[in-house]
């Protein structure tokens, strides 16, 4: 290692809760297992590069509204920053910063050329028209267009942003530069670049290494009762196809609650009714309406937690007995949780893992628009089932051997391959 001479490490703004105290705190553990040396500790825990835009927004009644965004890129060691850009009341620097963290680990694990990002502004999309969420994210996606690019961090969907919005920030971003660049974003419709199974690419990788996860623990995945907490992309997707190989899809949630049924749910009647706009507490049936803390509690077979960070924690986690939890957000689990859970002998594939199939399929997207050139969806299905299939193996193992979590092992195997590719760059300059 060729950066020594410590000092003091460079902690970043102090946080005592939250997702990224969360984030953090995991690496932390890990940096110490690894015994890795200090400055390279300080270099790795510190996001490399901040961007903070206030900006203003004409309404559609004429006023003119200030909203706050971010991006922050954790880490470009191994290759462009890469990461999602979420729209949601509670977006703040420290989420922003914890998710971005995440990335690089989540693109390490999997082995991808790039290191980790995230984006975010802190506004309810579902409160704006669509105009105003047009002009909102052609503003944002012009002020952070200075640190954005193929070669240098690329932007994908994560909470309230979907594939409409990546059409836009491509489309703001190449009027910007003056000609066309597929490659700045991924998650885009197919029309103008995007890639055949980008849109349920989380929620198959979430069946894949629910299959993995089945194999090694020898569970039957067929007719396993499975709940899950959010009903969105990563949710809904997740639910669906869990539900096309014979699992008893017996609870899901969204943000207004969630329903429970023994006898299990058809996917289509759930979405069906979320298409007709209805939120899963309006929905009526022969169920029962739970909330999503009593979700969490369901005695299952698995858990998929899909919605937001720090669901759960110390308070909740005794009483979260699923045989496996498979984390579809990011950050579901607080460190002190995960300790509950493994004294309980819940197997967790941590979200790092588990969800990191909708950035396998983003890079896929990105090698796509390099290239100009475009894949069938089969070829995109079976290479990220190659990918998921190669690292759950690689965790698995590091695991087995060092007697640690499949979190722990995640952590462990990204770390060092992210202490790998800055021992070989060094230190600029
Ligand atoms: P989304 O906006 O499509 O859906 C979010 C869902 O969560 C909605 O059903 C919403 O009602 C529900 N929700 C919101 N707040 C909630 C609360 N307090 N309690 C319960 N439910 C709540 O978002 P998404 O893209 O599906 O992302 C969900 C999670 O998965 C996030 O943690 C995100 O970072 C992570 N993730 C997303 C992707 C992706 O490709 N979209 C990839 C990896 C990880």
Redesign the pocket.
């Known amino acids: 290692m060729t950066m020594s001479g410590a000092g003091s490490m460079p902690a970043p703004a102090p946080v005592a809760e939250g997702a990224y105290a969360t984030a953090l705190a995991q690496f932390d553990a890990v940096a110490r297992r690894l015994n890795l040396d200090r400055s390279t500790a300080a270099v790795m825990r510190t996001p490399r590069r901040e961007l903070t835009v206030h900006f203003p927004v004409r309404m559609d009644d004429g006023s003119t509204r200030v909203f706050t965004g971010h991006r922050v890129q954790h880490s470009t060691a191994r290759g462009p920053a890469k990461g999602?850009i979420?729209y949601h009341p509670a977006v703040n620097i420290d989420e922003v910063r914890a998710?971005a963290m995440w990335m690089t680990w989540k693109c390490a694990v999997v082995n991808l050329p790039y290191g980790g990002a995230k984006g975010g502004v802190a506004v309810d999309p579902k409160l704006l028209s669509e105009s105003e969420l047009e002009r909102l994210t052609r503003r944002y996606a012009s002020d952070i267009g200075i640190i954005i690019g193929p070669e240098k961090d690329v932007p994908?969907?994560?909470?309230?942003t979907d594939a409409r919005v990546m059409a836009w920030i491509m489309d703001t971003y190449s009027m910007n530069i003056g000609y066309v660049v597929p490659g700045v974003v991924t998650?885009k419709p197919i029309s103008v670049g995007g890639t055949r199974g980008r849109v349920e690419?989380?929620g198959r990788g979430i069946l894949y290494t629910a299959q993995e996860a089945c194999r090694a623990r020898g569970m039957d995945l067929e007719g396993a009762t499975v709940a899950v907490?959010?009903?969105?992309?990563?949710?809904s997707n997740a639910a669906r196809l869990l539900r096309t190989q014979g699992c008893k899809l017996v609870a899901v949630?969204?943000?207004?609650g969630g329903v429970y049924n023994a006898n299990g749910f058809e996917w289509a009647d759930l979405q069906a009714a979320k298409e007709r706009g209805l939120m899963l507490a309006q929905m009526d049936g022969s169920y029962d309406h739970i909330t999503?803390e009593e979700l969490l509690e369901l005695k299952v077979d698995i858990l998929v937690p899909?919605?937001?960070?720090n669901?759960i924690h110390a308070r909740n986690a005794g009483r979260v007995r699923p045989k496996m939890i498979i984390e579809?957000?990011?950050g579901p689990t607080t460190p002190e949780a995960d300790a509950i859970l493994h004294d309980n002998g819940v197997f967790v594939v941590p979200?790092i893992l588990a969800?990191a199939g909708?950035?396998i399929v983003s890079y896929f997207e990105w090698v796509q628009d390099l290239q100009s050139f475009f894949w069938e969806e089969d070829e995109v299905n079976l290479r990220l089932r190659r990918i998921l299939s190669r690292s759950f193996e690689e965790v698995w193992a590091l695991a087995a051997q060092e007697d640690a979590s499949m979190r722990e092992a995640a952590y462990m195997l990204a770390i060092r391959r992210e202490e790998e590719a800055l021992k070989y760059r060094g230190v600029f300059p």
């Open positions: 999602g979420r998710l994908a969907p994560d909470m309230g998650g690419a989380t907490q959010g009903f969105g992309n990563v949710g949630s969204d943000v207004s999503n899909a919605a937001l960070e669901q579809g957000a990011n979200d969800n909708g950035v």
